[in-house]
């Protein structure tokens, strides 16, 4: 039987963590988080306009397109940029297409265009995190 280490084990509170899913479809949330869970990715943002939804040292349930839990993070840093300030470090952090700061302003301008918010000066809460575990897959 192998042994069981304490950090492959979620925190005993993990089910009262907040929940959410990246992106704004199932199929993006499912790919967003892979990349969480392979460690591509390891910052996000938001609108500033929605609120700052964490805080350092925070730790939130990351789940897929389907509502499942796959990791818990936690929240190592967090700060307000202008859109048009992201720096290329951390849309490369963000994980996303070819990890270039152009293909983070095309992705994102998208996406926030989308929701009606996109302006090239907008503020954006930029959050990085680590995965402090990982749930085993289907369940």
């Not at 509170?13 to 929940?19: A, G, N, Y």
């Not at 949330?29 to 460690?39: S, W, Y």
């Not at 910052?43 to 939130?60: F, H, I, K, L, N």
């Amino acid at each position: 039987m192998p042994l069981i280490r304490l950090q492959d084990l979620p925190p005993a509170d993990w089910q009262s963590l907040e929940r959410f899913s990246f992106g704004d479809t199932p199929a993006l949330a499912d790919a967003l988080c892979e990349l969480v869970m392979c460690g591509r990715k390891t910052a996000t943002c938001w609108s500033a306009a929605d609120g700052q939804q964490t805080e350092p040292g925070r730790r939130s349930i990351v789940c897929d397109g389907s509502g499942q839990p796959r990791a818990i993070v936690e929240t190592v840093s967090l700060r307000m940029v202008p859109f048009n300030a992201v720096s290329e470090d951390f849309a490369r952090k963000e994980g996303e297409g070819d990890l270039s700061l152009s293909y983070w302003r095309q992705e994102h301008r998208r996406f926030f265009e989308g929701l009606g918010l996109y302006s090239g000066t907008m503020d954006l809460w930029c959050e990085e995190f680590e995965v402090v575990h990982v749930f085993p897959a289907g369940g």
